[in-house]
């Protein structure tokens, strides 16, 4: 499956960065025990750290809120997706269990204080292309709402756009009938490239320690 980075992107944001991990016989499940506890513990110690803290002064957030207003998304409206989780947990709204892949995914990006979507491989159709969304761009997300991609970075097939920063779409969801799966981590573009391998390194081999199967990866920039 190629994934690439469309020429927009690389002129609006020339540091941008991507990690993509391809993961084959995977068993997605209800989480185990020590994951959910470390999901739980890991928000109140990020509770008790914003509590004389902004949100906005996460470097990682503040670094995709820039992201967003270069390729014509306004973050205070549209907001990714690592600063609402962190907005959650600062209301003490903490994140409830999902599945072992949903909620692995949500746990790195609250460590990593990056955007990272997680996709079922098998519903995903021809190549995989990183872009900026044009007029008529849209999807259900996860949320169950319709999404306007217009003026926002999305990740698409030919079928259409099914991922983004922001929100993922319905029609990719990693559920427990996934056997294959696609993970996009949206790196800090002021990392390095070692350190961004080293990051999704560590990510793929804990989520297959947890999940199974096998994972190779790629960092695109």
């Known amino acids: 499956m190629e994934i690439k980075v469309s020429e927009d992107i690389k002129s609006l944001v020339p540091n941008f960065k991507v990690g993509v991990i391809h993961y084959s016989s995977i068993t997605v499940s209800e989480s185990p025990q020590m994951l959910k506890g470390r999901l739980q513990l890991f928000q109140e110690s990020i509770y008790f750290d914003l509590e004389d803290k902004a ?9 995709w809120r820039a992201i ?9 409206r549209y907001r990714p997706s690592i600063e609402a989780l962190y907005r959650r947990i600062k209301k003490q709204d903490y994140l409830h269990t999902i599945n072992s892949a949903a909620d692995l995914n949500n746990f790195f990006s609250l460590q990593y204080e990056v955007p990272i979507g997680i996709y079922d491989a098998d519903k ?8 900026v969304g044009k007029p008529g761009d849209e999807y259900t997300g996860i949320n169950g709402r319709l999404i306007n991609m217009e003026n926002k970075l999305l ?6 756009p099914f991922g ?14 996934t056997k294959n799966a696609v993970q996009v981590i949206y790196l800090r573009p002021s990392l390095s490239v ?4 080293k990051l999704v390194q560590s990510l793929m081999d804990m989520f297959t320690q947890v999940n199974g199967g096998t994972g190779t990866f790629s960092i695109l920039s």
Do not use: H, M, W, Y
């Not at 967003?68 to 205070?76: E, N, Q, R």
């Open 55 to 63: 949100v906005t002064d996460i470097e990682g957030i503040q670094e």
């Open 68 to 76: 967003f207003k270069k390729v014509g998304t306004d973050p205070s």
């Open 124 to 131: 995903i159709n021809g190549e995989i292309e990183l872009k």
């Open 155 to 160: 990740t698409g097939d030919s079928t259409g």
């Open 164 to 177: 983004s920063p922001f929100v993922d779409s319905e029609r990719t969801a990693v559920t427990e009938a």
């Open 194 to 197: 070692e350190q961004c391998e």
